[in-house]
């Protein structure tokens, strides 16, 4: 009878836990979304966009407000078209800048909103003329590499 009490509270604690991690994995999975009734979009245009993906988080100040739609390559100009999607709540003027960047050395990348100061605000299907591509480690250090070898080279 022991035994079977035991095994029972066992069972009911490995359940717990596999409850207990489904939950934690459907909340940080679905973290802060952004419905559509309640955002406008916004799109903006980058050389380079690194390894920024859909669902991305877009911050401002550090807060999120809103996450990246989606991206797709323009044929016409090159580039990446990135949409992203703003909450309401957040009205940001029309000159402001969007920019990609890293959380960490190696974290994920996100879109960075700086705010202009502009007294008209982004309506849904602006775009953000002001961007910075994103930060490639690899020419970075081809670059300071380059640097290096010009110094050394005789005039």
């Known amino acids: 009878m022991?035994?079977?009490?035991?095994?029972?509270?066992?069972g009911l604690f490995v359940i717990a836990g596999f409850a207990a991690l489904l939950f934690l994995a459907l909340k940080?999975?679905?973290?802060?979304a952004v419905s559509a009734s309640n955002s406008y979009e916004v799109v903006a245009r980058f050389d380079n966009i690194g390894g920024l993906k859909p669902r991305a988080p877009v911050k401002s100040a550090g807060v999120v407000v809103g996450r990246v739609a989606d991206i797709r390559f323009d044929n016409e100009t090159f580039e990446a078209a990135v949409t992203l999607r703003l909450d309401k709540r957040y009205a940001f003027p029309k000159d402001t800048s969007a920019g990609i960047m890293t959380s960490g050395l190696l974290g994920e990348q996100y879109v960075g909103l700086e705010a202009g100061g502009d007294s008209e605000a982004l309506k849904d299907k602006d775009r953000i003329l002001i961007t910075q591509d994103a930060v490639v480690l690899e020419?970075?250090?081809g670059q300071f590499i380059y640097g290096k070898a010009q110094e050394g080279a005789p005039q």
């Open 2 to 10: 022991n035994k079977t009490v035991l095994d029972l509270w066992v």
């Open 28 to 32: 940080v999975g679905s973290t802060s």
């Open 139 to 141: 020419n970075l250090i």
